[in-house]
């Protein structure tokens, strides 16, 4: 099954009662070999209309942070948790995440990035298990063989200006432990890394 199947499925899904309130699904987007891939929670009003994630003032920012360390968005893979908007811009409930896990998951598997950023607490939670972003956020997390690096949601500098330094801080970290694990991985003569235990 390739990215773009996946994508097809998920634009057709109606397995919470997301798929009623929604305009547009949001499948994510990014290239199909992307090292880094960032998840967010779920779409606003802008990618509701648009299709697309991070659209919104968010994604700017997404955007600038992004320049700080000389990436592009085109150069990232970018998703979220729910592929649906959550009326209100809510926290998605945990019936509705795992409704949609498998597709990221199926999504992470075709990828295999060598690093995934979570922005903000439902991300962090869903996937690692942590619950506190304060205490984890630019710091490497593994779980199952899968490096995680936990940042603060765009939008949560947006309301709190103060975490702007935060943020920019740990994007940096972020390329420093970006290009470790890259190197790491073109110095070895194989990639041991497994997905399948988590993926399952």
């Known amino acids: 099954m390739s990215l773009e199947d996946i994508a097809n499925n998920i634009r057709v899904c109606n397995l919470c009662s997301l798929s009623k309130s929604r305009t547009l699904v949001v499948p994510g987007e990014g290239p199909v070999d992307a090292e880094l891939m960032f998840v967010g929670e779920g779409p606003g009003a802008k990618e509701d209309i648009q299709g697309r994630p991070f659209v919104g003032s968010a994604g700017k920012y997404l955007d600038t942070l992004l320049g700080l360390i000389g990436l592009k968005r085109e150069e990232v893979f970018i998703v979220n948790i729910v592929k649906c908007r959550p009326p209100g811009n809510r926290v998605p409930s945990w019936d509705e995440r795992k409704a949609c896990l498998p597709y990221l ?40 063989n899968i490096q995680f690096f936990p940042m603060y949601h765009p939008a949560a500098a947006l309301h709190n200006p103060a975490l702007r330094y935060t943020l920019e ?32």
């Open 169 to 200: 801080s740990d994007m940096h970290e972020l390329k420093n432990i970006l290009d470790k694990v890259v190197s790491s991985l073109y110095s070895s003569e194989t990639n041991n890394t497994t997905l399948d235990s988590f993926l399952l």
């Open 105 to 144: 998951k199926a999504q992470i598997k075709y990828i295999n990035p060598n690093l995934i950023c979570t922005l903000g607490n439902t991300a962090l939670e869903t996937l690692t298990g942590e619950k506190s972003i304060s205490r984890v956020h630019g710091c490497l997390l593994r779980k199952e």
